[in-house]
């Protein structure tokens, strides 16, 4: 191609030129957690997207500007739906329209803990169908390092049709990886804000990924490979694994010593460098922090190395939901009760606070255990009305409404989740047992005698 000058163009200078009169096209897979608040932070940059998923509901709610994702508020969708530079499709012969296809499809474990990488095969594969010259492809999933250049690129390749001359990397496509580090219900970050890593299979991508990210994120830090960005991930999350499972075990050691583990923590964080705070709880929730480091065990295997901090985290913060069931129990038997038969209430389903995401959480293990025990068990969640069927759990159950006489029915009441909608004195004041997982009764006025923490 030639440009007005008389020089050659190539497939990047075009690429470049369209990122800078903003005549270039986003796809995105999977517009789910990750994938919509993308979607929405490059169609505000005044890119166009189209979104792709398997998953023709969220096609139709898209459509119907309906919001599926609560934490993310209305106006994320309604100003996707109601925008002619934007669309969703399951139609993934349309991904030869994006000039730019990025990947935020799940990665999973599977049954004996090891990573399922088929949805970022599945991706590779849809995209190799059509992939035409001048596409930028970059993997947002979290996986173990290598996987961009050792997985993905080629599933792409492979699935290229018979007869189509193979492109050449880094001069007719290119491909990056750029860890996603979307934290739902984070009130003081967004994906706009948030800063972005960015490493390429080779020079030209990692340039072109760097300007893509740049449309629409306010810092984008290039690293030198996708090696690194897909490491650096994977360090993040054993990061919070491991020192959410030392808060986890101090807080254990500390109850047994009459000692608050979490007063102890707000002092150790009064000091302005060399601490930073984590906190305690009935598990590990999410599809992050409990999975990612584990991807990274695997591979190490390969290279004859142990992950023994991984391993040891995953032991203890696994622990968890025994601990809370442990404490229960104890408190029950106090008050000269039996877990079977009592009448125990779980409140919080979500993984965490104010968002509706149920995956991993530990209070689903809660729920099962104390079952298991005898006990009749029910949760309430204000942002989980009902369960749906998940790869481990089908409990089908409704979230129980809460009222002081509904709180004063129950034998226990086992915080698993504080959402701020909470009113806890009320809790606090109606519940005759409170196994406290979260602190979440620290400001409570009146008797804490009924009040466990666990
Ligand atoms: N949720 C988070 O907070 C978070 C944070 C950082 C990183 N991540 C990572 O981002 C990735 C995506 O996570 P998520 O939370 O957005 O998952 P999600 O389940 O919310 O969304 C994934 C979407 O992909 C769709 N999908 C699955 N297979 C597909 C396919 N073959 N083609 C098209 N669409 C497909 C699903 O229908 C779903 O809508 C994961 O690797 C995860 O570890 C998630």
Redesign the pocket.
């Known amino acids: 191609m030639h440009s007005s000058l008389g020089t050659v163009m190539t497939t990047a200078d075009t690429l470049k030129s369209k990122l800078a009169d903003n005549s270039f096209v986003i796809g995105i897979?999977?517009?789910?957690?990750?994938?919509l608040p993308l979607a929405h932070a490059f169609h505000q940059a005044g890119l166009r997207v189209v979104g792709?998923?398997?998953?023709p509901s969220?096609i139709t709610a898209l459509a119907k500007g309906e919001n599926y994702l609560k934490h993310l508020g209305g106006e994320m969708v309604t100003s996707l739906s109601t925008s002619a530079r934007f669309c969703a499709t399951a139609d993934f012969t349309r991904l030869a329209e994006p000039d730019a296809i990025i990947i935020?499809?799940?990665?999973p474990l599977g049954a004996h803990r090891e990573p399922d990488l088929s949805?970022v095969v599945?991706?590779g594969r849809?995209i190799g169908r059509t992939l035409r010259a001048g596409q930028l492809i970059v993997l947002?999933?979290?996986?173990y390092p290598g996987t961009t250049r050792g997985d993905l690129l080629p599933a792409m390749l492979a699935a290229i049709p018979a007869g189509v001359a193979k492109p050449e990397l880094g001069r007719d496509f290119f491909v990056a990886f750029s860890?996603?580090?979307?934290?739902?219900g984070r009130k003081t970050h967004n994906t706009k804000s948030t800063p972005k890593l960015v490493g390429g299979l080779d020079a030209v991508s990692t340039e072109l990924a760097t300007l893509l990210y740049q449309k629409a994120i306010q810092h984008v830090v290039t690293v030198s490979s996708a090696e690194v960005a897909e490491a650096a991930k994977i360090l993040e999350n054993t990061f919070r694994a491991v020192n959410i499972a030392m808060v986890n075990e101090l807080k254990v050691l500390l109850t047994e010593m009459g000692i608050d583990v979490w007063e102890v923590i707000d002092a150790a964080a009064t000091k302005p460098f060399g601490f930073m705070p984590f906190y305690p709880g009935p598990g590990l929730g999410?599809?992050?922090i409990p999975?990612?480091p584990f991807y990274l065990t695997w591979k190490a295997r390969e290279v004859g190395r142990p992950t023994r901090f991984i391993e040891l985290a995953g032991e203890v913060n696994h622990g968890m939901p025994d601990y809370v069931v442990a404490r229960t129990t104890s408190a029950l038997n106090d008050r000269c009760k039996s877990v079977k038969n009592s009448r125990i209430l779980i409140l919080g389903l979500a993984y965490k606070p104010d968002i509706d995401?149920v995956r991993e959480s530990p209070s689903f293990e809660l729920i099962e255990k104390f079952r298991d025990l005898g006990a009749h068990v029910d949760y309430n969640d204000p942002l989980v009305p009902r369960t749906h069927q998940m790869r481990k759990y089908d409990l089908r159950m409704e979230s129980v409404s809460l009222t002081p006489s509904s709180l004063a029915s129950y034998d226990a009441v086992v915080i698993s989740t504080n959402h701020t909608a909470y009113d806890w004195q009320q809790i606090a004041d109606s519940a005759p047992l409170i196994i406290d997982t979260r602190n979440a009764l620290r400001r409570i006025t009146g008797r804490r005698d009924h009040v466990v923490s666990a």
Do not use: A, M, Q
């Open positions: 897979i999977g517009l789910g957690y990750v994938g792709f998923d398997i998953d969220k935020c499809v799940p990665t949805y599945g991706s849809d947002e999933s979290t996986t860890p996603e580090r979307e934290d739902p999410g599809h992050c999975i990612d995401d």
